[in-house]
């Protein structure tokens, strides 16, 4: 019975796909113009192209290149194509720019015009281009995609008819200019991107995303993205815009957009991002390891007892030394790992200047992307045969090429500098270019907005590192640092004159010093840090532990047991009161939290913990990763919670099935659940359901729900939390549910004298403020 009902759901679903490629067939028949080639020079529009030049009196003419003379009949071939398609036409006017043949992988041309000079004397667009990840952040939720593709996007875009002359270009048979917007200009990213946003204005993050010419389309429901596909091919189809087949994706379940993959489940990093470092290859020599420290060693900062851990491959480097052995396996795995997590790898941030540092070597080329001197990613890449032997220079071009094309959607439409020690590389936007591998590598660079920066090999020993390696992969992860307080602590002891009398007294084995102990340079007081007075320090703690996502925004009473949990200095409870009295965010967000008497059952108390539990539901949230409620389950004994995401509308069979993952695995089936009336337990399904494991569900009295009432402080405490931390971005309140729990678990409860977790576990719950040598606090 089992495998027919399998056979039969598959049978259904095969059915239900085979209809929906059946409506977009017939929808994308509707629309087969947009799908077509476009016929014809595409309409002037308010967004046609400008080239404004700094001095609009100075014609830019550079001379052409020489060619060589078996591509005479390649150029004569796609001038008369541009011709016929009316893209261009001859041109007698003062400006002149080079033009290049540049041979792509399927072995055809690819002819571009080299427009540095012309890019040099305009007036830069800085239109705002769309944050790849405050785009991403709108999709959660949705079902089905589509990826969209335009035909040559950037010539379905007019010129200016003013600025036509400026894009002129000369071959051996004469001169001509662009009548569309031709590839290569400084401004024509910002040009794109202002058209899709005018034409799809009124679409803009509610079902279509755009970063310049990749448009993808996003729904909750089979009905609903159908819709939302007729309504981008009307547009598309009313602004005489055309797509092309072969790169579009239609009614997707799962995506890759902008180097993500996007499902409902959510969005994820491209798995492939995480090879660079986790398969570093094992240094076979010392050359080889000495490239590996010299990576890891430029991020040391950020990584907790660098110099103890990397002490089994630093003792390698010395002469005679280079054996390798269990140690220096472990410390080689712990340093790949530490490249890996926090705090070593940064979020990017999209109103700070990104900076390409790049590197070639004998075997491969690499990069990173850098902001504000901290790593946001990794390239490296092997050299193929064919490659091996080009010189060090075009070598360390195409090292900046990989990692452009690499990082496209964070570089694009963005001025951003690029690092490398081959200082004749800083002048090559000036340069004239007289090879063809030149004009290959300097062509896929054209639209970009860069400045060449000369920096020493010693200075760049990240990329030279990643040049090394022998293995294709790239790596990018997301987190950072933002606190560091344990060279600050042993700072302020040394110098004050407390601590050093105590110190005196503890080496003296006096007992007036006996609650103090000496630890790796520190001063704990019955295992918690001693705190001197020292400018803002004790300040700066309270105020982190009371902002963080562990501490909460908790009151004076709660705020103090987490903070002397790790923390000691004299009066430390009145000076934790003076303080989160003026801290902004709990003024600002904390609601009143008194409610009406009313009539309450009594209810009787439980006599063991996870037997008798309280279940509520939080509704109406915002949209957050595909989410809208929160299931709160609460163990009446201990006030231990757990906070579930469900999505509206839910239904007992999805209930259940997390009710099961998330609370039964952990602790077994109740004995009794008290909830409000919800429609949800009213179906035969769910009271079926906890028949069968033995479970009796309790129902409040009609119109008290505070008969719940210990569900409902816990929900009113939850809400409160969340409105600390995402006041200002609502819809990201998901990413804060699983700290909300721990906070709210590890909380001191007046009503106990304990924490949930003491009352559940039996010991206190580990500190998460644990600052010992190197380490640090990440609060992303």
């Known amino acids: 019975q089992i495998f027919v009902v399998v056979v039969e759901k598959t049978e259904a679903h095969i059915d239900q796909e085979e209809q929906q490629q059946g409506d977009v067939h017939e929808l994308l028949q509707e629309f087969e113009g947009v799908l077509g080639e476009p016929k014809g020079l595409p309409p002037h529009r308010e967004f046609d192209h400008r080239i404004p030049l700094i001095n609009e009196q100075?014609?830019?003419?550079?001379?052409?290149?020489?060619?060589?003379?078996?591509?005479?009949?390649?150029?004569?071939?796609?001038?008369?194509?541009?011709?016929?398609?009316r893209l261009i036409q001859h041109s007698k006017r003062p400006f002149s720019s080079p033009f290049l043949l540049a041979k792509k992988k399927d072995g055809t041309w690819r002819f571009c015009t080299d427009y540095r000079a012309l890019n040099a004397a305009t007036i830069k667009d800085r239109f705002p281009i769309p944050s790849v990840d405050d785009m991403l952040d709108e999709l959660a939720g949705s079902r089905y995609f589509s990826k969209l593709g335009l035909r040559a996007g950037y010539h379905q875009i007019r010129l200016h008819k003013a600025d036509i002359p400026k894009t002129a270009f000369r071959t051996h048979q004469g001169q001509y200019e662009y009548l569309v917007m031709p590839f290569g200009l400084c401004n024509t990213p910002s040009t794109f991107q202002f058209a899709m946003n005018s034409i799809f204005k009124e679409y803009?993050?509610?079902?279509?995303?755009?970063?310049?010419?990749?448009?993808?389309?996003?729904?909750?429901?089979?009905?609903?993205?159908?819709?939302?596909?007729?309504?981008?091919?009307?547009?598309?189809?009313?602004?005489?815009?055309?797509?092309?087949?072969?790169?579009?994706?239609?009614?997707?379940?799962?995506?890759?957009?902008?180097?993500?993959?996007?499902?409902?489940?959510?969005?994820?990093?491209?798995?492939?991002?995480?090879?660079?470092?986790?398969?570093?290859?094992?240094?076979?020599?010392?050359?080889?390891?000495?490239?590996?420290?010299?990576?890891?060693?430029?991020?040391?900062?950020?990584?907790?007892?660098?110099?103890?851990?990397?002490?089994?491959?630093?003792?390698?480097?010395?002469?005679?030394?280079?054996?390798?052995?269990?140690?220096?396996?472990?410390?080689?795995?712990?340093?790949?790992?530490?490249?890996?997590?926090?705090?070593?790898?940064?979020?990017?941030?999209?109103?700070?200047?990104?900076?390409?540092?790049?590197?070639?070597s004998d075997i491969g080329i690499g990069a990173v992307l850098v902001q504000e001197g901290r790593p946001l990613a990794y390239l490296s890449k092997a050299l193929g045969t064919t490659r091996l032997g080009?010189?060090?220079?075009?070598?360390?071009?195409?090292?900046?090429?990989?990692?452009?094309?690499?990082?496209?959607?964070?570089?694009?439409?963005?001025?951003?500098?690029?690092?490398?020690?081959?200082?004749?590389?800083?002048?090559?936007?000036?340069?004239?270019?007289?090879?063809?591998?030149?004009?290959?590598?300097?062509?896929?660079?054209?639209?970009?907005?860069?400045?060449?920066?000369?920096?020493?090999?010693?200075?760049?020993?990240?990329?030279?590192a990643l040049s090394r390696r022998t293995d294709v992969a790239e790596l990018n992860a997301i987190t950072g640092p933002t606190w560091t307080i344990w060279e600050e602590i042993r700072k302020a002891q040394v110098e004050d004159t407390h601590c050093q009398e105590l110190r005196q007294s503890i080496e003296a084995g006096k007992t007036t010093a006996i609650d103090y102990e000496l630890h790796n340079g520190l001063l704990p007081h019955r295992g918690r840090v001693y705190v001197p007075v020292s400018g803002q320090l004790r300040e700066q703690i309270m105020q982190h532990i009371h902002d963080s996502k562990v501490g909460g925004h908790s009151g004076i009473y709660r705020t103090w047991m987490r903070i002397a949990n790790t923390f000691f200095w004299p009066r430390q409870q009145s000076t934790v009161r003076d303080n989160i009295a003026r801290f902004d965010d709990c003024q600002r967000t904390k609601s009143d939290s008194?409610?009406?008497?009313?009539?309450?059952?009594?209810?009787?108390?439980?006599?063991?913990?996870?037997?008798?539990?309280?279940?509520?539901?939080?509704?109406?949230?915002?949209?957050?990763?595909?989410?809208?409620?929160?299931?709160?389950?609460?163990?009446?004994?201990?006030m231990y919670a757990h906070f579930i995401p469900i999505t509206h509308p839910y239904t007992a069979k999805s209930i259940a099935r997390l009710f099961v993952e998330y609370v039964m695995k952990l602790h077994g089936a109740p004995r009794s659940i008290v909830s409000d009336r919800d429609r949800i337990f009213m179906s035969s399904f769910w009271s079926e359901f906890f028949k069968l494991q033995g479970t009796k569900l309790s129902m409040s009295s009609a119109y008290h729900p505070q008969t719940d009432g210990q569900t409902e402080v816990t929900n009113r405490t939850l809400e409160q939390y969340l409105r600390c931390y995402v006041h200002q971005f609502p819809k990201r309140w998901e990413n804060f549910l699983p700290w909300a729990e721990y906070w709210y678990n590890t909380t001191y409860h007046e009503s106990t004298k304990m924490t949930p977790f003491e009352l559940v576990y039996g010991r206190k719950p580990p500190t998460l403020f644990n600052y010992s040598e190197g380490s640090t606090v990440n609060d992303e």
């Open 594 to 638: 008194r409610r009406p008497s009313g009539l309450l059952q009594l209810l009787p108390v439980p006599e063991a913990i996870w037997e008798d539990i309280t279940m509520d539901f939080i509704e109406g949230l915002p949209n957050s990763n595909g989410f809208d409620g929160v299931m709160v389950v609460v163990d009446r004994l201990t």
């Open 58 to 85: 100075h014609a830019i003419h550079v001379h052409p290149y020489r060619y060589a003379h078996f591509q005479e009949t390649e150029i004569k071939r796609q001038v008369a194509e541009m011709l016929e398609s």
């Open 204 to 360: 803009l993050r509610k079902f279509f995303l755009e970063f310049f010419d990749d448009i993808l389309i996003y729904s909750k429901s089979w009905g609903e993205h159908l819709g939302h596909l007729r309504v981008v091919l009307e547009i598309l189809e009313a602004n005489s815009f055309y797509i092309k087949p072969s790169k579009c994706s239609f009614v997707q379940m799962m995506v890759e957009y902008l180097g993500h993959f996007i499902s409902h489940e959510g969005v994820k990093v491209d798995p492939r991002k995480i090879e660079a470092m986790v398969d570093w290859p094992k240094p076979t020599s010392l050359t080889q390891l000495r490239g590996f420290l010299g990576l890891t060693g430029y991020y040391r900062k950020f990584v907790k007892d660098y110099g103890t851990i990397a002490k089994p491959l630093t003792e390698m480097t010395k002469k005679g030394g280079f054996t390798w052995t269990e140690a220096s396996e472990e410390a080689f795995g712990k340093l790949k790992e530490a490249m890996t997590t926090m705090p070593v790898l940064a979020m990017p941030r999209f109103d700070v200047l990104f900076e390409v540092h790049t590197d070639a």
């Open 390 to 464: 080009l010189s060090v220079y075009v070598k360390k071009i195409l090292a900046v090429v990989e990692a452009v094309r690499c990082w496209r959607p964070y570089l694009l439409g963005r001025r951003f500098q690029i690092v490398t020690d081959q200082q004749p590389l800083k002048h090559l936007l000036e340069q004239r270019i007289v090879t063809p591998k030149q004009q290959k590598f300097v062509s896929k660079l054209m639209g970009f907005d860069f400045e060449i920066i000369y920096r020493p090999g010693r200075q760049n020993a990240v990329a030279d």
